[in-house]
């Protein structure tokens, strides 16, 4: 534990940091970071999909890409991307090019038509609740906002969601119908899920109701820093051993491996569910992109050759979290002032300031031109009791633009916790 300076100390403190703080507002800065999006010499690793097809428009079975049909994906397609989903590729179904669509839509689905067929309806239900592991992602909790859906948040430590709360809370109400997860690399913990994590997360089928589902988000699945990255366990593995296939949906995309917004997102689900999916999709669509999704096959062709890829996303993300590590470590490290993750990957560092204080940090920052997340938007209905988590997110700003932003940031974490102390607090 840090011990905190003297009073007169504080007040000196505050005095100079003041006088900091004044200078990076009179600087005009104009800097951002908000979301986790690539930036653009990420995307311009997978520039290469333009033009790949050269003209064969041809299927590795044949049929012409161009035309209607394939609702589940092409099977080339199903084949490479099932690994990253830990699935078989039976198990998988390719659509759209947002996987948090096909959230959406399976939630929905769940709620109007049921995720198991006549009367598994959520909409049937009384009441409709999803558990929440906070700090979590906001538009996973916007999903819930949009439907009516009742949140609970359960706290994460660093093996993931607590299980105990998760297992407790399941079998107390039966009105909680889903529960959120990022197994790899979490928003905004950047946690991987241990294999005990994951183990009991299999189990849930054996007691929960049966029209319950785990949402496995598996966004980071490959997006790794370095290579002794902590290993994901197959929840899909996990249920066979439980035969509870059912109770999980998997998604990912490669938003963040090839082009984030044209790319292809999929989900991976027991056939069963797979085939309830199909029947309400095949009623919105004759079939998905599979032009866009035989460049995919092209480009990134196999296990090895994705992995080569993702190599360089890392070559080029790890200075960004070095940048934003460093900065936390230099200013902030063994002050008392907060505490933060050290992600082995995934798009972002979770810092917790002292109770209270997460709204006036990012308030500050937003007055010296460094704008953060909101505050609250990594709880459920952007309320964080503690008010002290902060999500940054350190891909798309040039490494130098980081530094700065780091460098106002901590200088608002220091501000609000002397003038705290001053106060008290
Ligand atoms: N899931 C998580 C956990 C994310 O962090 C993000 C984007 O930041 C998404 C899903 C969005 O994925 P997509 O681009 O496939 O809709």
Redesign the pocket.
Known sequence: MATRPSRDALVALEKTLAATYQDWQSRGLNLDMT??KPNAAQLALSDALDGILGGDFKAADGSDLRNYGGLEGLPEARALFAPMLQVRPDEVLIGG?????L?YTTVLFAWLHGPAGAGSAWRLEKDVKFLCPVPG?D??FAICEDLGIGMVPVAMDEHGPDMDAVERLIQADPSIKGIWC?PRFS?PSGVVYSDAVVERMARLGTVAAKNFRIFW?N??SVHALHDTAPPLASLMDACRRHGTEDSVYV???T??ITF??A?L?FMGASRANLGVICKHLGKSTIGPDKVNQARHVRFLRDEATLHAHMAKHAALLAPRFDAVLSALETELGGQGMGHWTRPEGG?FVSFDTLPGLAATVVALAAAAGVKLTPAGATWPGGKDPQDSNIRLAPSFPAVDDIRTAMAVFTCCVKLATVRAWLQGG
């Open positions: 979301r986790g090019n947002s996987s948090l669509t959230m992602y538009r996973h990022v928003n988000d966004a980071y998604f990912g995309s938003s963040k984030a917004g790319g997102a798009y």
